[in-house]
C-alpha cells in the first residue's frame, strides 16, 4: 500500500523518502510551463513541486488543470535540481477530484494576485485557502496550543463556563439578549413564560463562575468565546471574540502580575521556536505591503523576550503623562486627571514612545473606574487591579486581585449599583472559607492580532462578527 504524507511531512522528511512511492493530495497553487505543478494541502506554508511526466494521460490531464483545482497524486520523490525545494515529485498518476472553471477563479480571491484585507474578508468562505490567512490559522491554532499547554503543565484545571448568563460580570456595557419569545414593539414581556423563565444574555465572561470553581480547585482557567454589544466598529473590536481566563486561589496581586508576564512569554516563545515558517512568510508580506523594515515582526517579539515588563502604578502613570504633555507640549485629545479611565491615545504614547515598545503594567487603579470585585486598597481610593499594554495594540490583559471580604464585596456591589439578589452564589461564597485569589482575562484575538502583526483584529479570526457584519 502507497503511504499517503501531508505535503508538510513530505518536504521534513524527504531526503529520507528519495526514489519511495508515495501519495499527496491537495490544491494547485501554480502550473508551469504545462510541467510543474505547486501543491499546497494547508499544513505548511511550502508547497510541493509536482513534475508531469510526459506521457499521454498527463498530456490529456493537463488541458483540464486550473489552478485551484484539488488533485490526488502518487510519485516517485526526487532530488529536486531547482534551488527553491529540495525534493520534488515525478508523477506517476494523477486523479482530479474538482476542477476550478478559470471564469469563476478570476472573479475570486484565489485569483494569483494581491488583494486587499477588505477583499478577503469579503470572501471569508474563501480565506483559508490564500497564503496569508492559512499563515494566520496556524499560528493562531498553535497560541492555542500552548495556552493549553503551560497551563496543563503548571498545574491549572480547564473549565467549562455558561455561554448563558443572567448577569453582566463587569456591571456595565450592552450585552446580548437572547429569548425564544417574540418580542415585539409596545408588548409587555413576562419572562416567566421563557424558556429559561428569566432575563438572559451572551456571557461578556466566565470570571464569576471561574472564581467559585477555583475556590475549591485552587487553579483553574477558561478559554472560550465571549460576547459584547456595544457599537465599537474599531479594528481592535469584535462582538464575538475568545477570552482566556485564569482564576487562582491563595493568590495576591504580585503573584498575578508575575504570572501573567511569565504567561505571555512562554506563549510568544512557543511560536518563535515552533512556527518560525509561517512568521517569517507573513513578515516579508508586512516588508513588502507595509513598508515594515526588514525582520520588523520577529524584532518586535524577541523584544518582548528580552526584557523584564516595566511595572508602574496608575499614579505614577499620570504623574508621566501630565510631566510628557508638559514638557514636550504634546497634546493629548483627553486632560490627564487623576481619577480618568486611560484612553488608547495614553496607553499607546506610554508604551511605544516613552517605554520604547517594552510591555507596561499598570497596577492600583481608582476604584470607580474599576469593576465591583476588585479588592479595595486600605488607602479607600484605589483597587487591586492590573492591566498590561503591549506595543501597537494596547491593553491585552486586565486583571486584579479578587474582593474576598464578604462586607466589603457587599458594599462595593452596592456602591456600584450591581444586583446582590442576581449574584448572591457569587458573594454566598465569601462565607465559606474565602481566601485571596487573584486572576485577568487576556484577549485571544488580540494577543493572535499582536504576533501575526495584522493591523485588524477582523484579519485574525476566521469569520468575524462585529456591528452590522454576521455574515457567513
Given at each position: ?52 511526466s ?22 516517485i ?95 456595565t ?61 474599531t ?28 504567561f ?31 525582520n ?14 516595566k511595572?508602574?502604578?496608575y ?8 510631566q ?24 499607546q ?18 476604584c470607580?473606574?474599576?469593576a ?57 461564597t ?29 484579519d ?13
Open positions: 500500500m502507497i503511504k499517503k504524507y501531508s505535503i508538510k511531512k513530505l518536504l521534513n522528511q524527504g531526503k529520507f523518502l528519495l526514489n519511495k512511492k508515495v501519495l499527496v493530495e491537495g490544491w494547485i497553487r501554480s502550473f508551469r510551463y504545462s510541467i510543474f505543478i505547486s501543491l499546497n494541502d494547508g499544513s505548511t506554508i511550502q508547497n510541493l513541486q509536482i513534475v508531469l510526459t506521457n499521454k494521460l498527463d498530456k490529456i490531464i493537463m488541458k483540464k488543470i486550473t489552478i485551484g483545482s484539488s488533485i490526488r497524486v502518487i510519485g520523490v526526487k532530488k529536486s535540481i531547482g534551488k527553491k525545494q529540495y525534493i520534488e515529485l515525478q508523477s506517476l498518476d494523477i486523479t482530479i477530484y474538482e476542477l476550478v472553471n478559470p471564469g469563476i477563479l478570476q472573479k475570486s480571491i484565489l485569483q494569483p494576485k494581491r488583494h486587499s484585507f477588505e477583499k478577503l474578508r469579503e470572501q471569508a468562505h474563501l480565506r483559508f485557502q490564500t497564503n496569508i490567512f492559512s499563515c494566520i490559522m496556524r499560528i493562531r491554532h498553535h497560541i492555542a496550543f500552548c495556552i493549553h499547554k503551560y497551563f496543563h503543565e503548571h498545574g491549572f484545571f480547564y473549565l467549562h463556563t455558561p455561554i448563558i448568563t443572567t448577569s453582566n460580570c463587569e456591571g456595557g450592552k450585552m446580548f439578549q437572547i429569548t425564544t419569545m417574540d418580542l415585539k414593539k409596545n408588548q409587555l414581556v413576562d419572562y416567566e413564560k421563557d424558556f429559561f423563565k428569566c432575563k438572559t444574555y451572551l456571557s461578556v465572561s466566565g470570571q464569576l463562575e471561574a472564581e467559585t470553581a477555583s475556590l475549591g480547585l485552587g487553579k483553574v482557567y477558561t478559554f472560550g468565546p465571549v460576547f459584547r454589544a456595544e457599537n465599537s466598529n479594528s481592535r473590536h469584535l462582538s464575538e471574540f475568545w477570552m482566556i481566563e485564569p482564576e487562582i486561589a491563595f493568590y495576591h496581586l504580585e503573584e498575578n502580575i508575575n504570572l501573567a508576564e511569565k505571555l512569554k512562554f506563549v510568544i516563545r512557543y511560536i518563535v521556536e515552533n512556527s518560525m515558517e509561517d512568521l517569517i512568510f507573513l513578515n516579508q508580506c508586512l516588508e513588502k505591503w507595509k513598508k515594515k523594515k526588514k520588523y515582526l520577529l524584532e518586535k517579539l524577541e523584544l518582548i523576550l528580552k526584557f523584564p515588563f511595572k508602574i502604578s499614579t505614577e502613570t499620570i504623574k508621566i503623562l501630565d510628557e504633555e508638559k514638557k514636550k507640549n504634546i497634546k493629548f485629545s483627553h486632560p490627564i486627571i487623576w481619577g480618568m479611565d486611560l484612553k488608547s491615545e495614553h496607553e504614547y506610554l508604551v511605544d514612545k516613552y517605554f520604547k515598545k517594552i510591555p507596561v503594567i499598570i497596577f492600583d487603579y481608582p470607580s473606574i474599576k465591583f470585585y476588585m479588592r479595595m486598597n486600605n488607602d479607600g481610593k484605589t483597587v487591586r487591579a492590573m492591566d498590561i499594554l503591549f506595543p501597537e495594540i494596547g491593553e491585552i490583559i486586565g486583571g486584579s486581585q479578587r474582593e474576598e471580604r464578604y462586607d466589603m464585596l457587599l458594599q462595593r456591589m452596592k456602591d456600584t449599583k450591581i444586583d446582590f439578589n442576581k449574584l448572591w452564589w457569587y458573594l454566598d465569601r462565607r465559606f472559607g474565602s481566601v485571596p485569589h487573584s486572576g485577568f482575562g487576556l484577549g485571544f484575538d488580540r494577543l493572535v492580532q499582536f504576533i501575526t502583526g495584522m493591523n485588524n483584529i477582523r485574525v479570526i476566521p469569520f468575524p462578527r462585529t456591528p452590522n457584519n454576521a455574515e457567513f
